[in-house]
């Protein structure tokens, strides 16, 4: 789900990747006069830069002028200097644009190193459309410029004006980015007697002052860059980003709680009739469960119709970003987006008798924050209403609202993660269930540990001369195995053969692939599994009389991370416990001389144990790993790299044999 005000929000850096390069300009035989606002923004000092910094934003400002009737128009300008050649691409001026938010003007000027200036004209400007596989129509189109002079050292500048629609009350000023930013202003100009509600993610309010005319204008400045390269378990830099969602209109606007359950309300208003599913849709659904089966029951027939019948196709024109495609348009075409599969889901599950409703999220954990009441997200996922006092194993997405009502989470998009679970990507979020006036925000489930494993089991034969032979099973349950389950399930032969061997290249520097199955992906309630069977020469090292072997054979838990100190939070994508068995038969004439020591190291959002021993000729190593929490300070960092050590080390021990 994406509306109108995202446009304006990817214009900032953080959402969409944008064009390449457009049609060059023939330099001018005299140089142009540049607005006042360029010159002095390219006469601004950045002050010292991270080396990192491939360009920096020198100035950017957005002026939203709102008319009595709620429409506005929006002008934003950008001022940029490159630093280094891949500088470039970050400096590549461009306005989104659709048939709500058309433009009214594009205007790119620059300066070259060497100080000589460009005014880009019309003839100069591309067009293009937004290009995405899963989206069969789009009505965003881009306009983009290669302005001369774009090389290290050279200023960029360009202004975008368009227009906003009056569904539109909100717009973000995103003044930290992924670039560094030295001077960053917003202005909003209200008709007399409007009100407006700011609210501010990872930064204290700024008190904005107004102008004569009555214009608030806020400003900021020496803002760091956000750029997550490099850095492991990093979360998504948009949740890093500080940045002001204002509200406006012409009566006060509510606060808190009283705002997010204002804009569910004006949510449900927008799409509450797209659910009203005629007789198609009551025909479908009853044709797949009956309103006298168990809830269960219902829920998971209705649930496996839309992830196997209905295919994720978009098609978003105007306020389409934002609104549905009613129910029966919906079936008939059998694709939808994700706000569809929704209205889709709730009118069938209404026809079966279950209530439903919509969840509004964003797919990066932490965007949405529940003390910044906003439409921006990026996807739409469905809140199923439970009967009082039911209870399943299987209900694990569950959460409570204010009111005591419980409620299980579902995201009909994810065609491989089964009814009652959440995918880890939308897990410890928050979102907007869309409840008419009682709309509230809500935090996400987090699956736990349990619901979630991924199981390595070995039954292995050591030969005299080192090589080892046998079969690896791997079994997965859980939400965390749809990416897996996705892989198996749409790849080629030729694709799976190539993951095969880079999966067997991970623990083996030589082997021969005998055999390799894997269990049906779309099974979604029972596990998935994958099975090796292998044979790889010179596994166990000689020493001598000696052999050295690995007890642990195949796949790791490691997370690779680096020394450097670390500024932001770690970001896991799941809860869940990982457990080896690995059973070694010896060759005859061996006996183990030494095994590894036992590892178990707690240190409060994870677990690591392992073990080695003897049991006849067979040499047993198990081991379990526990992710306890999906977020932790970058404080804990010290300890989480004292862990990843410890597995480190485990993963690589080695058992001694000798010979007798």
């Not at 789900?1 to 049609?23: E, H, I, K, V, Y």
Request: charged share 20%; with cysteine.
């Amino acid at each position: 789900m994406r509306g109108p005000s995202q446009s304006r929000l990817a214009r900032l850096g953080f959402a969409l990747c944008l064009l390449a390069a457009a049609a060059p300009l023939a330099m001018a035989r005299t140089e142009p006069v540049l607005p006042d606002w360029v010159m002095s923004a390219a006469a601004l000092n950045p002050g010292k830069l991270p080396p990192t910094a491939n360009a920096v934003i020198l100035y950017q400002s957005e002026l939203l002028t709102v008319e009595p009737d709620g429409s506005a128009e929006d002008r934003m300008r950008t001022v940029m200097k490159i630093l280094t050649p891949e500088g470039r691409q970050d400096a590549t001026p461009v306005a989104s644009y659709n048939k709500d938010t058309p433009l009214k003007s594009f205007a790119v000027w620059s300066i070259s190193p060497d100080g000589h200036r460009f005014a880009m004209k019309k003839s100069d400007y591309v067009d293009a459309g937004y290009s995405d596989d899963s989206m069969l129509y789009v009505d965003v189109r881009y306009r983009t410029a290669d302005p001369p002079g774009a090389d290290p050292g050279g200023i960029i500048a360009w202004e975008v004006v368009q227009k906003v629609p009056a569904y539109m009350s909100e717009d973000t000023w995103q003044f930290q980015q992924y670039l560094p930013t030295t001077k960053t202003v917003f202005e909003l100009k209200l008709p007399q007697g409007w009100h407006h509600e700011a609210v501010w993610f990872r930064h204290a309010p700024i008190a904005p002052v107004t102008e004569p005319d009555g214009t608030l204008r806020w400003e900021a400045g020496n803002e760091p860059a956000v750029n997550m390269a490099g850095v492991p378990l990093a979360p998504a830099g948009i949740t890093q980003a500080s940045r002001m969602v204002v509200h406006y209109a012409a009566q006060p606007l509510p606060q808190g709680d009283a705002l997010w359950a204002k804009i569910g309300n004006w949510y449900d208003k927008l799409s509450s009739a797209q659910t009203d599913g005629g007789s198609p849709v009551k025909t479908a659904a009853l044709g797949v469960a009956t309103p006298t089966e168990d809830f269960m029951t219902r829920l998971d027939r209705v649930a496996t119709f839309m992830q196997q019948n209905i295919r994720y196709v978009g098609v978003e024109i105007g306020i389409g970003g934002l609104k549905p495609h009613p129910a029966d348009a919906v079936l008939e075409d059998r694709y939808g987006d994700c706000k569809d599969k929704v209205t889709l889901m709730i009118a069938m599950l209404d026809a079966v008798g279950i209530h439903s409703t919509y969840v509004l999220v964003d797919t990066h954990r932490g965007f949405v924050s529940p003390h910044v009441p906003s439409i921006d997200g990026n996807h739409a996922i469905i809140a199923i209403q439970i009967p009082a006092g039911y209870q399943n194993p299987r209900l694990q997405s569950v959460v409570q609202t204010q009111t005591g009502q419980r409620y299980l989470i579902f995201d009909p998009t994810n065609e491989y993660v089964p009814i009652g679970l959440l995918p880890g990507y939308l897990q410890g979020g928050y979102g907007l269930l869309v409840d008419g006036g009682q709309s509230q925000v809500i935090a996400l489930p987090v699956m736990p540990p349990p619901t979630d494993t991924t199981t390595h089991t070995a039954s292995l034969k050591l030969a005299a001369d080192g090589t080892l032979s046998g079969t690896v099973k791997v079994t997965m349950n859980g939400a965390s195995s749809w990416d897996t389950r996705n892989f198996y399930a749409e790849s080629t032969a030729k694709q799976l053969t190539t993951h095969y061997n880079q999966v067997m290249g991970n623990d083996f520097t030589a082997f021969t692939l005998q055999k390799t199955t894997f269990s049906q992906a779309n099974a979604l309630t029972q596990p998935f599994t994958i099975s090796y069977t292998f044979t790889a020469p010179a596994y166990a090292h000689t020493a001598g009389s000696l052999l050295l072997v690995r007890p642990r054979v195949m796949g790791s838990v490691e997370q690779p991370l680096n020394n450097k100190p670390r500024k932001y939070p770690i970001s896991f994508d799941s809860l869940g416990t990982w457990r080896d068995t690995v059973s070694i038969q010896l060759p005859a004439g061996y006996t183990v001389d030494d095994l590894p020591d036992p590892v178990h190291l707690d240190v409060g959002f994870a677990d690591y144990t392992s073990d080695v021993k003897t049991v006849g000729n067979t040499l047993v190593y198990t081991r379990q790993y526990v992710q306890k929490k999906l977020t932790l300070p970058a404080s804990d960092y010290a300890q989480l790299q004292q862990l990843e050590g410890a597995i480190a080390n485990d993963e690589s021990n080695s058992a001694v044999l000798k010979k007798d």
